[in-house]
């Protein structure tokens, strides 16, 4: 049971250049998230999917697409970085997106700079 | 636009005391509250939840609810290095967790 998982761990890109953060989940949960943490930030909201066929906007969502693949996968697509992408992602899921309590667990993170 | 707010830190404790972790939020509907803990380089992992009915004691943690004054606390007694991390606290509003930005906390052997 690996539960969330994200690759690649380190990512170093140019001003321009596309990429696609990959994450997946073992826990069969139906909702997933994607944030960015920046020093001395909380972490941010950058989209999440409430189910499997479903993605909404959070609240940093320029610069960034994603897809929901099925009900295990979540990618995050920057399609043109910028060296404000700069930043540590997060992707994290819980067994539902609403109700009361429905705790998130996280992923180890993706460190991306954009040179 | 909804916040929550934490105090930065670094918050100093000697190891055996207890820490005191505060944050406010501004969603008066919020009716769940987290507390996480992320050590240098890792990924944030739950610590506990309360729901707005009452507080929470989980071995050494202990969290706190004050609705009136719209702010939440996390105790740890008996302070020990190894809790030595960042705190973050989230509030859930509507389908979405709203994040502090962390309180650093240092127990000093």
């Known amino acids: 049971n690996a539960g969330v998982t994200q690759t690649p761990k380190f990512q170093v890109l140019k001003t321009g250049q596309s990429m696609t953060l990959q994450c997946a989940q073992d826990m069969n949960h139906n909702s997933m998230y994607w944030y960015r943490q920046d020093p001395g930030m909380g972490l941010r909201l950058i989209y999440y999917?409430?189910?499997?066929?479903?993605?909404d906007k959070g609240e940093v969502p320029n610069g960034y697409n994603v897809s929901r693949l099925n009900k295990r996968e979540f990618s995050l697509r920057l399609e043109s970085a910028a060296p404000s992408q700069t930043s540590v992602y997060f992707c994290?899921?819980?067994?539902?997106?609403?109700?009361?309590?429905?705790?998130?667990?996280f992923g180890p993170g993706t460190r991306l700079t954009v040179l | 636009q909804k916040e929550v707010e934490q105090n930065s830190g670094p918050l100093s404790v000697p190891e055996g005391a207890i820490a005191s972790l505060n944050c406010t939020y501004s969603d008066r509907g919020s009716q769940s509250f987290f507390w996480y803990r992320q050590y240098s380089g890792k990924s944030p992992e739950l610590i506990m939840f309360?729901?707005s009915n009452g507080d929470k004691e989980d071995g050494r943690f202990t969290a706190q609810l004050n609705k009136a004054s719209q702010y939440v606390s996390l105790l740890i007694r008996d302070s020990q290095p190894s809790d030595s991390a960042t705190y973050l606290c989230a509030v859930r509003s509507n389908y979405q967790l709203i994040w502090g930005a962390g309180t650093k906390l240092i127990i000093k052997p």
């Open positions: 309360i729901y």
């Open positions: 999917s409430a189910s499997e066929g479903t993605t």
């Open positions: 994290a899921s819980s067994s539902t997106s609403g109700g009361v309590g429905n705790e998130q667990f």
